[in-house]
């Protein structure tokens, strides 16, 4: 299966916070997105959700919401030439779900990751569960590249170094 829509990412972020302040100011101004693509199952079932993102991206950028096998199915139809996407998930287990339904990810950004229930510590201010720990790993297995980077200008570290 060849996702076309891949040559259209121009960033594949995990973010709890999906769309935000950084993302918006930091990330769109050095991918130069023009489409935000938020992949949540829950999101994209929650109309009050998805009517809140939309009055966060800046008026120039469009934003789609959609489930993981819909989003699957978006990637693997292709988007415009001229669509720059920003892919944003709360967790790298929704990224994992997509590669599993045959969308390889050359790269995973690892962002805003808090702790809650079920996740710890997994450096400096990241907290993974072991779920999503097994998920980053698999999608390294698998040839994605996965690196922490909270904004643009950020030194990337390797995820794969962390998990030796």
Not at 111 to 117: E, R
Request: hydrophobic share 45%; charged share 25%.
């Amino acid at each position: 299966m060849e996702a076309k829509g891949l040559e259209n990412i121009v960033l594949t972020r995990v973010d709890d916070r999906l769309v935000h302040g950084q993302v918006m100011t930091s990330w769109q101004k050095a991918t130069d997105a023009n489409k935000v693509m938020v992949v949540d199952d829950e999101v994209a079932n929650n109309n009050l959700m998805k009517t809140v993102l939309k009055g966060v991206v800046p008026s120039q950028v469009k934003l789609g919401v959609f489930t993981v096998q819909k989003a699957v199915d978006r990637l693997l139809k292709g988007f415009k030439p001229s669509d720059k996407v920003i892919l944003l998930v709360k967790s790298p287990v929704t990224v994992w779900q997509m590669f599993q339904a045959g969308i390889e990810f050359p790269s995973l950004n690892i962002g805003g990751m808090g702790i809650s229930a079920g996740r710890k510590t997994f450096y400096q201010n990241i907290a993974c569960s072991d779920e999503e720990i097994e998920a980053m790993r698999g999608l390294i297995k698998g040839g994605c590249k996965v690196s922490i980077q909270i904004v643009a200008d950020d030194p990337k570290k390797d995820v794969a170094d962390i998990l030796k």
